[in-house]
């Protein structure tokens, strides 16, 4: 693990912990910063160590309504670009402004809106002294967003680049791969779906883990169970 994040206290008070990611996106059911507020409240009377939010009004809400660290992150979509989560020194200002204990940003190597330099934004962040996660889709990404000085990664966009593993398990290899080459913290995320799922990534290496959907997204937990049982009682005769 690099230096800055030895003894720092945000990752001590994380290291083998849940971090619970509490997002509503606008056209889904749940959406609304009351709501996100009493889902990060949930979740840390639950056991979680860190709450992962989108916008800043969200971010307010849930301040109020725990004490548990942020990572925060604005999705805001742009006509010029892929990247959505953290794009651009606008939403990093903006997070900035609200207070967060880390700032997470994608950092594949994709185009960013106006042509906005990664670097320059982890710089940015750096120079005013806020911790930034990296989310990464390949084991490429990770490295170059370790050198050019993130404070930790996270496997958040493997599966949503079109040059990552579309798969519907958590990309256990990548971490894996990350644990093994990279030195400051490595998070697991993404389609972490179930508490056995969640344990072997720490049992692989992760510094912690960060669970959304499975946690906090109704609709698609509704879903699964639909999924399973649709049909296994159909012709049935009772
Ligand atoms: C790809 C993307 O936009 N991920 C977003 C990142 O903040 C969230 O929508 C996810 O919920 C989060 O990464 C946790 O993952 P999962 O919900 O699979 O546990």
Do not use: W
């Not at 996100?36 to 849930?62: E, F, H």
């Not at 953290?86 to 994608?106: F, Y």
């Not at 002294?129 to 993130?150: F, N, P, R």
Request: glycine letters at 8%.
């Amino acid at each position: 693990m690099g230096d800055e994040s030895m003894g720092d206290v945000f990752f001590e008070s994380i290291r083998g912990g849940l971090i619970v990611s509490c997002q509503a996106l606008e056209d889904e059911p749940l959406h609304g910063s009351d709501t996100m507020a009493k889902m990060a409240l949930a979740a840390d009377q639950g056991g979680a160590v860190c709450i992962r939010a989108n916008s800043v009004q969200d971010i307010a809400a849930i301040k109020k309504a725990t004490k548990l660290p942020i990572i925060g992150i604005i999705k805001r979509e742009y006509e010029d670009s892929e990247i959505y989560i953290t794009p651009t020194l606008r939403e990093v200002r903006e997070l900035m402004e609200a207070g967060v204990d880390v700032i997470a940003l994608d950092a594949t190597g994709r185009q960013r809106p106006g042509g906005e330099k990664l670097e320059e934004l982890v710089a940015f962040m750096k120079g005013h002294g806020q911790k930034v996660m990296a989310d990464i889709s390949t084991i490429e990404e990770a490295l170059y967003a370790e050198s050019i000085g993130v404070s930790c990664i996270s496997t958040t966009l493997s599966g949503y680049t079109p040059y990552s593993p579309q798969q519907i398990d958590p990309d256990f290899n990548l971490l894996q791969e990350a644990v093994r080459r990279i030195r400051i913290p490595v998070i697991a995320e993404g389609r972490i779906n179930t508490p056995e799922q969640a344990a072997n990534s720490l049992k692989l290496g992760a510094h912690a883990v960060v669970v959304g959907s499975a946690i906090t997204r109704p609709k698609l937990i509704t879903e699964r169970f639909a999924d399973a049982i649709r049909g296994v009682r159909k012709g049935q005769v009772h």
